[in-house]
């Protein structure tokens, strides 16, 4: 792998961008800068505006990601555009763009993400029962005939 050098603000804006619009982990960062991954935590101790960028820019990413589970848990609209071609009598061809709204339902397995991790309390993964009893616990069971 070449050496490449740290080139302070230059570098710093490559790697907030890396992690803000890409999403790249820290050896994938490394890799397009062209440096050992050891170098890039060694730049992370010794550039404070570097370790900054990164911090920063993962933080607007994740900000993206949770933003785009929320729309998927309430629902949207989106417009939906379809461009037809026609052919007249004459061979002349026009152009016809149609656009409409359309309403993307709100996705329940993202409802149930965003609860169980906003709310653990109220949605918790699992319901716990004492069944625990000071005064002991009668069972009947009936048998059907």
Same mark, same amino acid.
């Given at each position: 792998?070449?050496? #490449?050098?740290?080139?302070?603000?230059?570098?710093? &804006?490559?790697?907030?961008?890396?992690?803000?619009?890409?999403?790249?982990?820290? &050896?994938?960062?490394?890799?397009?800068?062209?440096?050992?991954?050891?170098?890039?935590?060694?730049?992370?101790?010794?550039?404070?505006?570097?370790?900054?960028?990164?911090?920063?820019? &993962?933080?607007?990413?994740?900000?993206?990601?949770?933003?785009?589970?929320?729309?998927?848990?309430?629902?949207?609209? #989106?417009?939906?555009?379809?461009?037809?071609?026609?052919?007249?009598?004459?061979?002349?061809? #026009?152009?016809?763009?149609?656009?409409?709204?359309?309403?993307?339902?709100?996705?329940?397995?993202?409802?149930?993400?965003?609860?169980?991790?906003? &709310?653990?309390?109220?949605?918790?993964?699992?319901?716990?029962?004492?069944?625990?009893?000071?005064?002991?616990?009668n069972i009947n069971?009936?048998?059907?005939?």
């Amino acid at each position: 792998m070449a050496k #490449t050098k740290y080139k302070g603000e230059e570098t710093d &804006r490559q790697v907030y961008l890396m992690a803000r619009d890409e999403g790249l982990n820290d &050896r994938e960062i490394a890799n397009n800068l062209g440096i050992h991954h050891d170098t890039f935590y060694q730049w992370i101790k010794k550039h404070p505006a570097f370790s900054d960028a990164v911090k920063k820019g &993962r933080e607007l990413s994740i900000d993206k990601v949770e933003n785009a589970l929320f729309k998927e848990a309430t629902g949207y609209w #989106t417009e939906e555009t379809k461009t037809y071609i026609q052919e007249g009598k004459n061979g002349e061809k #026009t152009k016809k763009i149609e656009k409409s709204k359309k309403f993307i339902r709100p996705n329940v397995t993202a409802q149930i993400y965003i609860t169980k991790n906003r &709310r653990p309390e109220k949605w918790p993964d699992k319901q716990e029962h004492d069944l625990n009893h000071n005064g002991g616990l009668n069972i009947n069971v009936k048998w059907a005939d």
